[in-house]
């Protein structure tokens, strides 16, 4: 059973910065694919970044802004964003892709959701 549990977040001014982290905890053995998303009001999910081994992607909207990074070892991913703008205020979310053993002893995988925390850019 795996679960991800998101915190960091908040509100910030215009120009800010902030980090969010997302843990993964429980029977895994191995994490495919981290990555971050972010939906605003009235809009649909938009992927922000995400991290493969050790290639990271972003959106054209954070590109330069966002850095994405993990810790293996605590099974942790991060979202550093800086020069924070209005735009970027959403609901983020972690989403990740885990391989673990099933009742079976077989070789599972899942994808799975954080809970989303909010991010507010105002001033």
């Known amino acids: 059973h795996v679960q991800l549990v998101e915190s960091g977040g908040g509100s910030v001014q215009p120009g800010g910065a902030l980090e969010l982290s997302c843990q993964a905890t429980g029977n895994f053995f191995s994490i495919h694919t981290w990555g971050w998303y972010r939906q605003a009001p009235g809009k649909d999910r938009e992927l922000v970044a995400t991290i493969s081994g050790s290639n990271t992607q972003y959106s054209k909207s954070v590109t330069g802004r966002f850095t994405i990074s993990k810790d293996i070892f605590k099974s942790i991913v991060y979202l550093q964003m800086k020069d924070l703008k209005p735009e970027d205020t959403a609901v983020y979310y972690c989403?990740?892709?885990?391989?673990?053993?099933?009742?079976?002893?077989?070789?599972?995988?899942?994808?799975?959701w954080g809970q989303g925390i909010p991010v507010t850019v105002s001033s």
């Open positions: 989403k990740g892709g885990f391989y673990y053993y099933n009742d079976y002893r077989e070789t599972a995988f899942v994808e799975l």
